[in-house]
């Protein structure tokens, strides 16, 4: 018996996409705290911010902005796959013949779209609030490859949130630690500005190593080694939330 | 295999922690009848349908749908099977039209288009077709359901409490659904806790009771395991839903204040059972 990955998950794509397009404010919500964010801190904040550099701040803040609102729009893929397990649709699907890994991929894909509408919502406000790149279409390509990576790395974190919640708000109480990691970064203030340990801490965690390279592409500097070290934070993150993802997808569909 | 068996359960057993829910349970369901699982809350009835149906693994024990092993070969079980499940699953988000298009997709069925328009005509849910399923009544709510269970015509449809939490009119639409559904060949296994439910509807009946079946057979075969029928004459009172229906114009065929033959003088309260078949 042939199994249809690809077109069920095409399908079941399509119907979350619709779920999406009929409750835009999910997107907008999305979008809605980080340009709160980018405002305040461009015009309250940020000119008390020594950034150690004379570019304009909402340049220098753009990339953990970005992340930041990837991280609260993939709160939704985790609501959006408990609400399924909550109602009958999901024991309707696995009591289908179609291809049970299909389940899953829909919300990664749809959680790649939407968080990709909120991302260029953000960039159009920041483009709006002056911020400027003389980046190429290759460099747009890299930075867009590199946030792609961070949704899906996240998306498969809150797969695992949306599998094991009990609760709706478990759901996404998950995403609230990863919407705080950029301020523990170099994504608003230089690390260099912050006490030992926590500077420490900064340097070493994944997003500084993110927002550096964004950064550095935007700015059209070279990438150094921040690139290697960010691709292999999120290749990392990628595989153990999807290992562990697909674990307790067996076991609740077995 | 033999198309005389449409399921075949042999010494289930399944425990959820300490407690034994299924404690081997045994039965056969002939090709084309419609079969019920009578049980009251927590007796296991839906446990047993989500072994089934694939959704759950059984501790012990075999059982074969459409003749393929449940836990061997589950791909082939579902491509035989149709799942409605206690509460209706369909898609609130999407409209009616939607949630038929999308399993009829799932199903890899050419036109899915045609079968939804069709399943709309047939559950008499062609204007509400492009309504959010979220707009639904109970009752079309659960329409929608089975008509999303039909699509690509399974050999063997599960309902799992299919009339729980619906209205008496919504309750006769479903019976009758199931009833052209036997007829038209489909093997229908269903469960319920109303007695009058299997009574009305299924060929044969099994009592799940403590996690086995204390009994099964027709209900005929059922009725004899009481005293021989007496033959008394009561004066035949309508009953609330022969009432409520009457208002609300509502037609079961029943006909009231009549004096009727009850048999098997154990209709404790005095009455007939108030729905007669519509058929």
């Known amino acids: 018996m042939t199994t249809h990955v690809l077109g069920d998950t095409a399908v079941l794509t399509d119907r979350s996409l619709r779920h999406i397009l009929r409750s835009p404010d999910t997107i907008i919500t999305t979008a809605v705290t980080p340009i709160a964010l980018m405002l305040m801190f461009t015009y309250v904040f940020g000119g008390a911010i020594d950034t150690g550099t004379d570019e304009p701040y909402v340049d220098y803040m753009l990339p953990g902005i970005l992340l930041i609102t990837i991280a609260s729009g993939v709160a939704y893929t985790a609501y959006r796959l408990f609400l399924d397990l909550q109602g009958g649709i999901f024991e ?32 159009g406000v920041a483009l709006i609030m002056g911020f400027r790149t003389g980046a190429s279409v290759a460099v747009w390509l890299a930075v867009a490859g590199i946030l792609i990576l961070f949704t899906v790395a996240l998306t498969w974190i809150a797969v695992i949130a949306g599998l094991s919640a009990k609760t709706v708000d478990g759901a996404s109480a998950f995403s609230y630690p990863l919407i705080f990691l950029p301020f523990i970064s170099s994504a608003f203030v230089p690390t260099d500005s912050m006490p030992g340990p926590v500077a420490w801490f900064a340097e070493h965690q994944p997003v500084t190593a993110i927002v550096d390279t964004l950064r550095a592409l935007f700015a059209e500097q070279p990438v150094g080694s921040d690139i290697w070290i960010a691709l292999a934070w999120l290749v990392g993150i990628t595989i153990i939330a999807y290992a562990i993802a697909i674990a307790i997808y067996r076991r609740k569909i077995s | ?29 002939p090709a084309g009848s419609i079969f019920a699982l009578l049980g009251s809350n927590g007796a296991g009835k839906t446990t047993l349908v989500r072994i089934l149906s694939t959704l759950l693994k059984a501790d012990s024990g075999t059982a074969a749908v459409h003749g393929f092993d449940v836990a061997g070969q589950p791909r082939e079980v579902r491509d035989a099977i149709s799942l409605t499940g206690q509460f209706a699953a369909v898609d609130e988000v999407l409209t ?24 709309l005509d047939r559950f008499s849910l062609t204007d509400a077709g492009n309504r959010r399923a979220s707009t639904y009544s109970g009752g079309m709510r659960r329409r929608l359901d089975l008509a999303m ?7 063997i449809i599960f309902l799992d409490e299919p009339t729980t939490g619906l209205d008496p ?7 009758q659904t199931i009833r052209d559904l036997a007829r038209g060949g489909t093997t229908v296994l269903l469960t319920t806790q109303y007695l009058d439910e299997a009574e009305q509807l299924a060929d044969r009946i099994a009592i799940l009771h403590q996690g ?9 075969e059922l009725k004899q395991l009481l005293p021989p029928a007496e033959v008394t004459y009561v004066e035949k009172q309508p009953s609330l839903e ?37 058929r």
């Open chain 1, 92 to 123: 309707r699907f696995q009591s289908m013949p179609i291809a049970r890994s299909s389940v899953l991929w829909a919300h990664v894909l749809t959680s790649l779209a939407a968080n990709l509408v909120s991302v260029v919502i953000v960039i």
């Open chain 2, 1 to 29: 295999m033999t198309s005389q068996t449409a399921i075949r359960v042999r010494g289930i057993e399944k425990s959820f922690k300490d407690q034994h829910v299924l404690q081997g349970v045994s039965f056969d369901v």
């Open chain 2, 96 to 119: 009616g039209r939607e949630n038929l298009v999308l399993v009829a997709k799932l199903r890899h069925l050419s036109d899915p288009a045609v079968i939804a328009d069709n399943l």
């Open chain 2, 149 to 155: 269970s039909l699509i690509g015509t399974p050999p």
């Open chain 2, 169 to 175: 009119q919504a309750r006769i639409e479903v019976w």
């Open chain 2, 212 to 220: 086995t079946i204390i009994q099964s057979g027709t209900l005929t």
């Open chain 2, 242 to 278: 022969d009432v409520f229906l009457a208002l609300v114009g509502e037609q079961t065929g029943s006909d009231s204040s009549t004096i009727t033959t009850v048999e098997n003088g154990t209709a404790e309260d005095g009455t007939v059972p108030g729905r007669r078949d519509p």
